[in-house]
C-alpha cells in the first residue's frame, strides 16, 4: 500500500517527537539515513520510517563528560549500539575506523566502519578505547584467571 508524502511526513514527526533527538542526533541520523556504520542495517517502524540509534563513543554523563557533538557520535542499530556501550567493541585509536573486538576472532574484529559522511574526535575515540573497551578487557582477564585456579 502506498501512502501519500503528506502522510508519512506527519508519521515522521510523531515518530521524531517519541524518539525525541537532539538536533545534532537528527542531522546525523539523516547523513547516514539510519543505517548502522558497522553493519548497514536500519529498523522499519511503521511503512518507510526507519530506527537508527545514536552511540556517544565517549559516553555523555557526568562520570564519562563526552561531548554531545557530532565527532563523538555513531549511527548504530540496537544491537551494535549495545556492544560499544558495554565496551565488547571499540575504534582502534591509531587510525580511528577499524573495529576492534573483545575476541579477535569475531567477525566484526578489524571490520571498517562506514564514515562516509562525518569525521570521529580522536580525543573521544582514545577515551572509550583505553576506559571502556581496555578497562573491560582487563577485569575480564583478572576473572579468567580467578575461575581457572
Ligand atoms: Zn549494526
Not at 4 to 30: G, Y
Not at 34 to 59: A, M
Not at 75 to 80: D, I, R
Amino acid at each position: 500500500m502506498m501512502i501519500r508524502k503528506k502522510t508519512l511526513k506527519s508519521m515522521e514527526s510523531i515518530i521524531e517527537r517519541l524518539v525525541r533527538d537532539s538536533k545534532k542526533v537528527t542531522i546525523l541520523k539523516k547523513m547516514y539515513e539510519n543505517c548502522c556504520q558497522i553493519c548497514g542495517d536500519s529498523i522499519t517502524l511503521l511503512k518507510e520510517i526507519r530506527y537508527s540509534e545514536v552511540h556517544h563513543i565517549q559516553p555523555f554523563n557526568r562520570t564519562h563528560k563526552g561531548i554531545d557533538d557530532i565527532p563523538n557520535m555513531l549511527v548504530l542499530c540496537p544491537n551494535h549500539h549495545q556492544l560499544f556501550d558495554l565496551g565488547i567493541l571499540a575504534l582502534n585509536p591509531e587510525d580511528h575506523k577499524t573495529l576492534l573486538h573483545l575476541d579477535p576472532k569475531n567477525p566484526l574484529h578489524n571490520k571498517e566502519l562506514n564514515l562516509s559522511f562525518h569525521k570521529l574526535s580522536s580525543t573521544c575515540v582514545r577515551y572509550h578505547y583505553e576506559k571502556v573497551f581496555l578497562k573491560l578487557k582487563k577485569e575480564l582477564t583478572t576473572t579468567t584467571k580467578k575461575v581457572s585456579k
